[in-house]
């Protein structure tokens, strides 16, 4: 059964990585990033522009050295002044009259340079004018980025796009309410159609765009592209923001059409290579989208029952349970019970989700009033008794799920009269 398990491990990494992009930044269709042009600059003691003159190789690291000449102070300093020479201890291969952005911070009385960035003059002015992050409201700021989305440049290009991975999802909503969704809508389009691979990292973050400022015809296409026949010579990177998209737009009739589409329409048992497996694992990520930023638009139980529909998938089935656990949904408690040590369950890790699961709701429910949490709490209870201690312990210690605390005994009442 290796396919099955090669699956897992490809759904296991690509969840680790996007939930490192949830944990990093609030942006929920953006990979990780370094900090902004604007960022550094705002961090920095010092910036400037400078000129490359000349630069001194030796066989060490530390003995390389390359000298600049100051042409235009970004953030003055008193230490440093136009046109005076500095000398950093990092070589710099380029050819003499190259322009670059230095910064740096004032360590123990001497200024420590981060490596230069090449830079134009367009790309000075774009630094220069850069909004800085302490800018109220934050989508005001983006407003400034959204025009370079698009640029040529590559440095102002992925620095603009830099600034909207970094960016809350609130703040990306609320500028688009601030700008013509007619003209927004076009731009999107063009940038999903634009083929080059350099850019495909963003197709994501643009089909929720196209979600947020859309309109039927926009619900229309981003179904044709989703729903389109999969080439498995073609990367799908993106398809999930896409699956955003149409979501945002069509609500619980076009989730229950991806559900039937993606999840219901697929055999038992597929290939490790089947190119479907990709969409499986794109519209189970876009439902933890819209659990985290449109859920009062699709309410609980839809997103829960759409993902309950991933437990019969052995490929995703332990990645389900720990959405489920996070969402809460304990009417998966007795199916899980139920299937625990038996296929796709058997495994030492498949085990492990099932009892931090059970955990989970034991600890939800105990102390909640009301039979059927009182009875979930006990059931929870009873399967945890039936396995080793030390099993169970082990996965108390690695999630981090505690004993619920026992109730204190109550207090002797003194019916002594007076």
Not at 91 to 108: C, E, K, S
Not at 184 to 196: E, H, I, Q, S
Not at 265 to 294: H, K, Q, Y
Not at 356 to 384: I, M, N, P, Y
Request: glycine share 6%; with cysteine.
């Amino acid at each position: 059964m290796p396919g099955k398990w090669q699956l897992s491990l490809v759904a296991s990494v690509t969840s680790l990585v996007i939930a490192a992009a949830y944990c990093a930044h609030a942006c929920p269709y953006c990979p990780p990033t370094d900090a902004t042009l604007s960022e550094k600059l705002a961090e920095s003691d010092t910036a400037c522009v400078v000129k490359f003159l000349s630069s001194k190789n030796g066989e060490e690291l530390s003995m390389q050295t390359t000298t600049f000449q100051i042409k235009q102070l970004m953030k003055p300093s008193k230490m440093f002044k136009t046109d005076e020479q500095i000398v950093t201890n990092f070589g710099v291969t380029a050819n003499p009259g190259d322009t670059y952005l230095l910064m740096g911070q004032l360590q123990q009385g001497t200024m420590d340079w981060s490596l230069p960035i090449e830079i134009d003059e367009v790309s000075r002015e774009y630094v220069r004018q850069s909004p800085s992050p302490e800018l109220r409201p934050k989508a005001d700021r983006l407003a400034y980025f959204f025009r370079f989305l698009d640029t040529s440049i590559p440095v102002i290009s992925n620095d603009a796009f830099g600034e909207f991975a970094r960016a809350d999802f609130e703040d990306v909503k609320q500028l688009l309410d601030k700008l013509p969704h007619d003209k927004v809508r076009t731009k999107v389009r063009k940038w999903l159609a634009d083929p080059n691979p350099q850019l495909v990292v963003r197709r994501a973050f643009y089909g929720m765009l196209l979600g947020l400022c859309g309109n039927a015809d926009d619900a229309e296409y981003l179904k044709r592209e989703i729903l389109a026949p999969i080439d498995p010579q073609t990367n799908r990177l993106g398809i999930e923001g896409m699956m955003g998209g149409y979501l945002i737009l069509t609500g619980q009739a076009g989730l229950r059409m991806l559900v039937e589409t993606k999840i219901d329409s697929l055999p038992a048992e597929m290939a490790v290579d089947d190119p479907r497996i990709s969409d499986l694992n794109a519209l189970r990520m876009t439902l933890n989208f819209l659990w985290d930023f449109r859920h009062s638009q699709f309410g609980a139980e839809p997103l829960r029952a759409a993902m309950r529909h991933y437990l019969d998938r052995p490929e995703f089935a332990e990645l389900a349970v720990v959405d489920l656990s996070r969402w809460k949904d304990w009417t998966s408690l007795d199916p899980l019970i139920a299937a625990y040590g038996r296929d796709p369950w058997e495994t030492r890790s498949a085990k492990e989700k099932i009892v931090a699961f059970v955990l989970s709701c034991r600890k939800d429910t105990k102390g909640q009033t009301g039979t059927e949490a009182a009875a979930r709490a006990a059931k929870a209870q009873q399967f945890l008794d039936s396995l080793e201690p030390d099993f169970v312990q082990s996965v108390q210690r690695m999630t981090g799920i505690a004993q619920p605390r026992p109730k204190p005994p109550a207090k002797p009442t003194d019916d002594r009269s007076e």
